[in-house]
């Protein structure tokens, strides 16, 4: 017998063996779980596969209740159509056209104004629903909705943008993979009016955010002396005099730090200098706070370091003042009334009594050159 | 010369086949969606027509219990939901149990049909009578279906070109035995591969009879399921489509069946779609080949289609042939001829492999998509399950043939009912899932 007649069989053999595993493999009798609901994790697919549009082309001569148009499709205004339509280009219906049944297009999708839909709209392009549109069923896309003012539709799905006018209504769900934007509601004569007749505030609500500026950037220069309030009588406007009377309070507080020191021999520059660099600034920030050239400001700032107001890292040389000062056991009181400037009748006091106390430290006393 | 025609005819026929398996195959694998199954996703439960579910059922009191307890728990809002199941001349508590349900549930009728006849599509027609949807549903008796599953079948029809939709069956007890097992595979590659890929190449999706719809006026306009058909489905499929209706497959609906477990059952059931398939193939091969809307796409892929279960035949016929040319009296050794045995084992699996091997792909890439590996070790025992289903075409050929009418009697699966739900509930209405309905009695208890 010639033993290649058994090769079929050996191959037949190995081919079979891991069946014969599994058949006979230990069976699982544990309970099968059974997903109740799949998750819709696909990305989404914009592109149109060929074969649809060679189908929908050969399509198009089907009679029936849908209606199909190769190319591009425009409905006249006040035109009603009796059947489903589906367009493989762009679709545009006019004003007041009633469609009884659902629109679908490969393309844009506009509808017109005060125009009809019974059924659904649907399109892989944007669509928009003009004003006072009434679409009865979804309106789904794979761009961007745009709904105008005063339309009605069930509900609006898209993978891209929904823009919602004002007034519009939607019955059901607006789902959206991007985002929902609505737009602002337009400024109509009502709104104007009614501030007048209830006597509130003379002007429109817009001029009420002329003020948002100052109290903003002029404490950042240095500004010290508050600015009157500006008369507001809307309710804005109290609180915007309301937060500016907060910074200006602010300043004051800031700003008594600085007073602490007498400045009459410094310049007006080197006095902004020194106030800024008694918040612990940077020079950068000086410079960009006092809209100064760099070296000008380092010039200023070597000049305060002379004259005994700065130290080396431009830092204000408070505590060499106060060990100065605390020795000195009659002015402990004013010290003391030195610490606590709560209000500006204390910090005038203060400013009277430091002379005193620094006349008795003569010798080593930095405001010395100043006074 | 003859022989080599006919070889030459065959070969070219299994090659359209094996195109179409790498097609399809390959598109699952790398194509993408139409761009409105995405949309159609995202509206499922946006879009909520008024739905009517149609349950045929003929002596399934084992299951039926089960069905209808997943139906009150459907996720569907039930003002917008209607269940109508048609008892077609059950001799067991399967009427008991579908009135007790009916008088529990304002949304679920009963329909008797006592004397029965006609089989499911005349039940099918009958229960249409008595719904209100604007869509409707069937489901079988021994279905189990997903909480959400009307959602998404119903989600296509928001466009006004579909006419019909297909959910997908998965088979829940496929550790039963080897013929489940094979059913698994051969469910996995029909609905994973070859529905999923007809819907991304805009092809026709079959519908297969269960866990799908029609929109109502599409089934009116088409005359509802013809009686006279083994395979209603397909032959509904294929008037649809002759309509100018679309067809849609949802791979996320999901239902789960109680497949048959025994060969003689496999024999059966296939049997029965042979017949049908045939049946539909010449009814309509003429009109779809002529129909002027449909694409030539579209009317290769219908041709192949009707024509799948004239393969086997061919495949049987290929062997033959074989035989005949290649044995000869020379080179005996203990009265086999050794080349004319190599030949013969060689033109074998030549066959097979053009005819099985990319079938083969297409199943076991399912199986591994849907992280069925082990299953994928089962592969070679398609081989038995072709050679069956050879002969079983061959039969079917033969008796459609002999008998072109064919009266649609029920031919279920045979229901052990114990594989409802999670799989481990034990028998229906004894330890369901909710356990509602106690079986026997035919009473109602919570």
């Known amino acids: ?371 | 010369m003859i022989l080599t025609i006919i070889i030459s005819v065959l070969f070219l026929f299994m090659l359209a086949y094996t195109c179409r398996h790498l097609i399809f195959t390959y598109s699952t694998l790398f194509g993408k969606s139409q761009s409105f199954v995405k949309s159609f996703k995202r509206i499922a439960g946006v879009f909520l027509p008024k739905v009517s579910i149609l349950i045929p059922a003929h002596n399934e009191e084992f299951v039926i219990g089960n069905l209808l307890d997943r139906m009150t728990e459907l996720t569907y809002p039930k003002n917008k939901l209607e269940v109508i199941l048609i008892d077609d001349g059950s001799i067991d508590t399967t009427g008991q149990i579908a009135d007790d349900y009916a008088r529990n549930f304002s949304f679920i009728k009963a329909i008797h049909r006592p004397n029965g006849g006609g089989g499911k599509p005349a039940a099918l027609n009958d229960g249409i009578k008595f719904t209100t949807g604007e869509i409707i549903l069937t489901f079988d008796a021994d279905y189990y279906p997903q909480l959400d599953i009307v959602e998404k079948l119903v989600a296509p029809f928001v466009d006004p070109e579909v006419g019909a939709v297909q959910g997908r069956v998965i088979v829940m007890n496929e550790e039963d035995s080897i013929v489940s097992k094979i059913v698994t595979l051969e469910r996995i590659g029909g609905y994973k591969i070859d529905q999923e890929a007809r819907d991304r190449l805009v092809l026709v999706p079959q519908y297969g009879g269960t866990v799908g719809g029609f929109r109502r006026e599409a089934l009116e306009k088409v005359g509802g399921w013809d009686r006279n058909m083994l395979t209603e489905d397909t032959d509904l499929t294929i008037r649809l489509v002759l309509k100018g209706y679309q067809i849609r497959y949802v791979n996320d609906a999901e239902s789960y069946e109680e497949s048959v477990t025994t060969w003689r059952a496999y024999w059966n059931q296939r049997y029965r779609w042979t017949k049908g398939h045939m049946q539909c193939a010449t009814k309509h091969l003429k009109n779809v080949l002529k129909a002027p809307f449909l694409s030539g796409y579209e009317k290769v892929e219908l041709t192949l289609l009707l024509c799948i279960y004239f393969m086997p035949i061919f495949v049987l016929v290929a062997w033959g042939v074989e035989v005949a040319s290649y044995i000869t009296p020379e080179e005996t050794f203990l009265s086999i001829n050794i080349r004319g045995y190599y030949f013969f084992i060689s033109s074998i699996f030549t066959y097979s492999t053009v005819g099985n091997l990319f079938p083969f792909f297409e199943v076991g890439l399912g199986a591994y998509l849907d992280n069925r590996k082990r299953l994928l070790w089962l592969l070679p025992v398609f081989t038995f399950s072709f050679l069956i289903m050879a002969l079983c075409c061959t039969k079917a050929l033969i008796d459609l043939s002999l008998t072109r009418n064919c009266n649609y009697k029920w031919n279920h699966t045979h229901h052990k009912g114990n594989s409802n739900g999670n799989g481990h509930n034990g028998k229906n209405g004894q330890n369901g899932s909710n356990g509602f309905y106690k079986n026997r009695n035919g009473r109602l208890i919570q």
């Open chain 1, 1 to 371: 017998m010639n033993p290649l007649i058994l090769l079929p069989f050996i191959l037949l053999g190995a081919l079979f063996t891991p069946t014969v595993f599994e058949i006979f493999k230990r069976k699982d009798k544990g309970p099968k779980e059974i997903p109740e609901q799949t998750m819709y994790e696909e990305k989404p697919d914009i592109d149109m596969p060929l074969l649809e549009r060679a189908r929908e082309e050969a399509r198009v001569n089907v009679s029936g209740e849908v209606m199909r148009v190769t190319g591009d499709a425009s409905i006249p205004d006040e035109t009603e159509i009796n059947n489903h339509l589906v367009v493989q280009g762009k679709l545009k219906v006019g004003k007041k056209c009633h469609i009884i049944g659902s629109v679908k297009a490969f393309g844009d999708i506009e509808i017109g104004e005060a125009s009809v839909v019974e059924g659904h709209v649907l399109s892989e392009g944007t669509i928009i629903i003009r004003r006072d549109c009434i679409i009865k069923g979804i309106v789904d896309s794979l761009k961007d909705i745009v709904l105008e003012e005063s339309a009605v539709v069930e509900a609006v799905s898209t993978e891209k943008t929904v823009k919602i006018g004002s007034n519009t209504k939607i019955n059901r769900r607006v789902l959206s993979g991007s985002s929902i934007v609505t737009s602002l509601q337009e400024p109509q004569a009502e709104v104007v009016e009614k501030p007048e007749e209830n006597k509130i505030s003379p002007q429109p609500q817009v001029a009420v955010e002329q003020p948002l500026v100052p109290p903003v950037v002029k404490p950042v220069l240095g500004v010290l002396t508050p600015e009157k309030p500006t008369e507001t009588t809307g309710t804005s406007d109290q609180i915007f005099s309301h937060l500016k009377e907060r910074i200006r309070k602010f300043d004051e507080t800031k700003s008594s730090a600085a007073e602490e020191f007498s400045m009459e021999d410094l310049s007006p520059s080197e006095a902004k200098v020194f106030k800024i660099a008694l918040k612990s600034s940077s020079s950068e920030e000086m410079c960009l706070r006092l809209l100064m050239d760099s070296f000008e400001v380092k010039d200023i700032l070597d000049g305060l370091v002379k004259k005994g107001f700065l130290d080396e890292t431009f830092k204000p040389k408070k505590p060499l003042l106060e060990e100065h000062v605390e020795p000195a056991p009659a002015e402990t009181a004013s010290t003391k009334e030195k610490t606590v400037p709560s209000s500006s009748d204390s910090k005038k006091r203060v400013r009277q009594k430091e002379p005193s106390a620094v006349d008795s430290q003569k010798s080593e006393d930095p405001f010395k050159e100043c006074k």
